[in-house]
């Protein structure tokens, strides 16, 4: 793999890692905040922190070199 094609690689998983954290943040505030999902606000707040740690693992992984 030629260095550019390992800059963009890391570019994009900086992105999706911030994009999946900003995504997972927001859904982990309204599960928390609607009381609307009495039954589901274990299952949905499972749901975005399992979001929001594939966003920290790709904002921290490194791409092989």
């Known amino acids: 793999m030629s260095e550019q094609d390992t800059f963009w690689i890391s570019l994009s998983e900086k992105f ?7 995504i997972g943040a927001i859904l982990l505030y309204f599960t928390v905040t609607s009381p609307d999902l009495r039954a589901f606000t274990a299952f949905f707040g499972f749901l975005s922190i399992v979001i929001l740690a594939l966003g920290v693992v790709l904002l921290l992984v490194r791409p092989p070199e």
């Open 16 to 22: 999706f890692g911030l994009l999946l954290l900003i």
